[in-house]
């Protein structure tokens, strides 16, 4: 009974899952920055790095177990109207891991890079048919429907050095003209209809994601802050500064592993405010880099505790 009741915790381990790798990277790539540019020890994105790359391994291995296994519990997730776009995420581990390595071990980088980016492409292009090919009822838009779009802005960020920057701007202009575009539907769901399931909740702080990396692409494709990268800088603020003044909706909703969504976005704006701290070096920059990365660091020390929580209690890898 016991084997047979570990079979179906397999056949339920959710996609989503890869969402913890993008939280911790994010967490990883925001000491790494925070060493070089406010000089934190740099042991911590070190280890950090390592730590990253094993859990995405596991979570790597046990999917592909699954999909072994369960092909047909994969391919339901995949035929899924909001579990879809979740699977943007492994490609995006694979593209975060790939800026992890960048500066120090670049070839480990690129062995992350090529296929995350080949990855991300048709996952992009399949999801994005999946939307016009099927009819998609609105009270299943959410803000996880970002996913597959912030991924094309990382993109550029990684693959400085490895293609032509023709190529690198064509990812960056997907990401910003499909951010537009959902945003407006999205926005439109949140104020006119139906509000979301309490699981989605926490996916607001996605917003947050888009222009933040838009403007660290951006930056790092063109190496200049005029006036597009400011809005995007500004907005991606503004975002946070709009989750963080409707706090009182997330502090009581029940623990779900969406709740990983909180820690990538926060650390994408992190990494902005210390770039644009290092590249302006003004006090009010200095203030919100030490304060995103607390917030940061903060905020997934309580997901990866109520995630070891929810573990033990065999709450997470059921069928929902």
Request: net charge neutral; charged share 10%.
């Amino acid at each position: 009974m016991e084997d047979k009741f570990k079979i179906n915790r397999l056949e339920f381990f959710p996609v989503m899952m890869f969402s913890i790798v993008m939280g911790l990277s994010g967490l990883t790539i925001t000491y790494q920055k925070a060493a070089l540019w406010l000089s934190f020890p740099s042991i911590i994105g070190e280890l950090m790095m390592y730590g990253t790359t094993t859990v995405f391994l596991l979570i790597l291995f046990i999917y592909l177990k699954k999909a072994f296994k369960y092909r047909l519990a994969v391919a339901n997730e995949f035929s899924h109207p909001v579990r879809i776009n979740f699977f943007a995420a492994i490609s995006i581990s694979m593209l975060m891991l790939s800026i992890i390595y960048k500066e120090e071990y670049s070839f480990i980088s690129a062995i992350f890079w090529y296929p995350g980016t080949i990855l991300h492409f048709y996952l992009t292009m399949y999801t994005i048919s999946f939307w016009i090919n099927k009819n998609q009822q609105l009270d299943h838009s959410n803000p996880a429907w970002f996913i597959p779009i912030v991924g094309n802005l990382l993109v550029p960020i990684g693959g400085m050095g490895f293609v032509d920057i023709d190529v690198l701007i064509y990812f960056f202009s997907v990401g910003i003209f499909f951010w537009i575009i959902l945003f407006s539907v999205i926005l439109n769901r949140i104020i006119f209809h139906n509000q979301m399931a309490v699981k989605f909740m926490p996916t607001l702080f996605i917003l947050i994601a888009p222009p933040a990396v838009g403007f660290i692409a951006y930056f790092k494709m063109f190496e200049v802050v005029d006036t597009f990268a400011l809005v995007l800088f500004n907005l991606g603020l503004f975002f946070t500064l709009l989750v963080l003044f409707m706090y009182k909706n997330f502090i009581k909703i029940k623990f779900f592993i969406s709740w990983w969504a909180f820690v990538f976005p926060i650390a994408a704006m992190a990494i902005s405010a210390m770039l644009m701290y290092h590249i302006k070096a003004s006090l009010f920059l200095g203030i919100l880099s030490y304060l995103m990365i607390a917030s940061t660091t903060i905020i997934i020390l309580i997901v990866i505790y109520q995630t070891i929580v929810h573990i033990a209690k065999e709450e997470i890898c059921i069928e929902e």
